[in-house]
């Protein structure tokens, strides 16, 4: 969440500012929605794939990825700036998120490597089941580090009492 300055600077957002950066209660859910929807836009391309449908795919491809960027910039806007201000005296813990963040990204990047074209027009037909296999693997690691390591930082964010899930 960023301000606007009370400057007056014409709609300029300031810096992100701590006292802005709040624990949600509904942002792991909401991202672990979006996780599941980006696991069914994959299994959706590769239906689509099977049947022949290759423009199906492509668009459903596509789609997968559009949601990958769109989970990413929520983590990056939400969810690191406060595991961020949480862990601000915790050197440690604070290194442990940097390097969960850099491999959650890594293995984005390499799924998003694997299936760009994978369903291209230029290549007809279903692509090797040795990619399309790694790219199910890589995605569904990518979830799941999210879902059992960095989720988790999240929820030490969460004001004391609260329940947290």
Same mark, same amino acid.
């Given at each position: 969440?960023?301000?606007?300055?009370?400057?007056?600077?014409?709609?300029?957002?300031?810096?992100?500012?701590?006292?802005?950066?709040?624990?949600?209660?509904?942002?792991?859910?909401?991202?672990?929605?979006?996780?599941?929807?980006?696991?069914?836009?994959?299994?959706?391309?590769?239906?689509?794939?099977?049947?022949?449908?290759?423009?199906?795919?492509?668009?459903?491809?596509?789609?997968?990825?559009?949601?990958?960027?769109?989970?990413?910039?929520?983590?990056?806007?939400?969810?690191?700036?406060?595991?961020?201000?949480?862990?601000?005296?915790?050197?440690?813990?604070?290194?442990?998120?940097? /390097?969960?963040?850099? *491999? $959650?990204? =890594?293995?984005?990047?390499?799924? @998003?490597?694997?299936? #760009?074209?994978?369903?291209? &027009?230029?290549?007809?037909?279903?692509?090797?089941? /040795?990619?399309?296999? *790694? $790219?199910? =693997?890589?995605?569904?690691?990518? @979830?799941?580090?999210? #879902?059992?390591?960095?989720? &988790?930082?999240?929820?030490?964010?969460?004001?004391?009492?609260?329940?947290?899930?």
């Amino acid at each position: 969440m960023i301000r606007a300055d009370a400057g007056g600077t014409g709609g300029v957002h300031s810096p992100l500012e701590w006292s802005t950066l709040r624990h949600d209660p509904a942002l792991v859910d909401e991202l672990r929605r979006s996780n599941r929807e980006l696991l069914m836009s994959y299994a959706v391309a590769l239906h689509a794939g099977r049947r022949g449908s290759l423009g199906a795919a492509a668009l459903a491809n596509a789609r997968c990825a559009r949601q990958l960027h769109d989970v990413q910039r929520t983590e990056a806007l939400r969810l690191y700036p406060t595991i961020a201000r949480r862990m601000a005296d915790d050197p440690e813990g604070a290194a442990t998120v940097t /390097s969960l963040r850099r *491999e $959650a990204n =890594a293995l984005a990047r390499h799924f @998003l490597r694997l299936t #760009e074209g994978l369903f291209s &027009r230029a290549r007809p037909g279903m692509p090797p089941d /040795s990619i399309v296999d *790694e $790219a199910r =693997a890589v995605l569904q690691r990518y @979830l799941d580090e999210k #879902e059992t390591r960095l989720y &988790r930082f999240y929820a030490l964010t969460a004001p004391a009492g609260s329940e947290v899930t």
